[in-house]
């Protein structure tokens, strides 16, 4: 799977909208955009996925950009319950038997009430 | 009802002793996985089952074996354990429609600590 990179860290305020950037300059064709998300003290959960076209979900909204070498998660309204890891990982579309995620280290999003 | 559940939440024990996690899914999912996040937090897939054939080995050491009776359980046997084996462990499915649309499903955890 290609590479990822996100920022560390970010924090937002309650309520306010959060915007969590992923740069994957070398994407393919076929690769898809994923993000899942870990709360603290439990296992990760999906979030939301895209190809090429922006794409909402109850959770969240993912923004692709043009070129797919960046995107953007949004988070409308963040409340504490967002609070965790968010990790956007790159999963090939084009077929064969690897299932596995690669997750990186993943933005740490703290959120003040 | 809990769609992927993991037993037990806690382990701790002694280094040299064998140990085994369990894990279930009721969600009819046809591929399950170990993965281990260490204290660093990075999360890493070892291991991956569908419908109980190994497809995935992550270069895990023989000492760690799964075992999947079942396409609905996968549990991890771990032998001679080591202070480095400490961790939490997470086990997941997916159903696997296509890989990149499917999602997977992570249980709780279970976090292992050997002294």
């Known amino acids: 799977d290609a590479k990822t990179t996100q920022p560390n860290s970010m924090e937002s305020n309650e309520e306010e909208p959060v915007h969590l950037p992923c740069n994957h300059s070398?994407?393919?064709?076929?690769?898809?955009i994923h993000w899942y998300r870990q709360l603290p003290s439990q296992g990760p959960e999906y979030v939301i996925h895209?190809?090429?076209s922006n794409v909402n979900n109850r959770m969240a909204s993912l923004a692709i950009a043009e070129d797919r070498k960046s995107s953007t998660l949004i988070l409308h309204r963040a409340t504490l319950r967002d609070a965790a890891v968010y990790y956007c990982i790159l999963r090939d579309g084009a077929g064969g038997n690897d299932y596995k995620l690669s997750f990186g280290a993943g933005t740490t999003v703290t959120v003040r009430a | 009802d809990t769609a992927v559940s993991q037993t037990p939440k806690y382990l701790v024990t002694q280094m040299g002793n064998d140990k085994s996690i369990k894990c279930e899914q009721n969600l009819g999912h046809d591929t399950m996985y170990w993965y281990k996040q260490d204290s660093k937090k990075f999360l890493k897939i070892m291991f991956s089952?569908?419908?109980?054939?190994?497809?995935i080995n992550e270069t895990v050491p023989n000492r760690f074996s799964p075992k999947s009776p079942d396409k609905a359980h996968l549990n991890l046997h771990i032998n001679s354990l080591e202070l480095g084996d400490s961790a939490v462990y997470f086990c997941?499915?997916?159903?696997?429609?296509?890989?990149?649309?499917?999602?997977?499903?992570f249980g709780p955890g279970t976090r292992l600590t050997v002294l």
């Open positions: 070398t994407i393919s064709g076929t690769d898809y």
């Open positions: 089952y569908n419908n109980k054939e190994l497809i």
């Open positions: 895209g190809l090429t």
């Open positions: 997941a499915s997916s159903q696997v429609r296509g890989r990149h649309t499917d999602t997977q499903y």
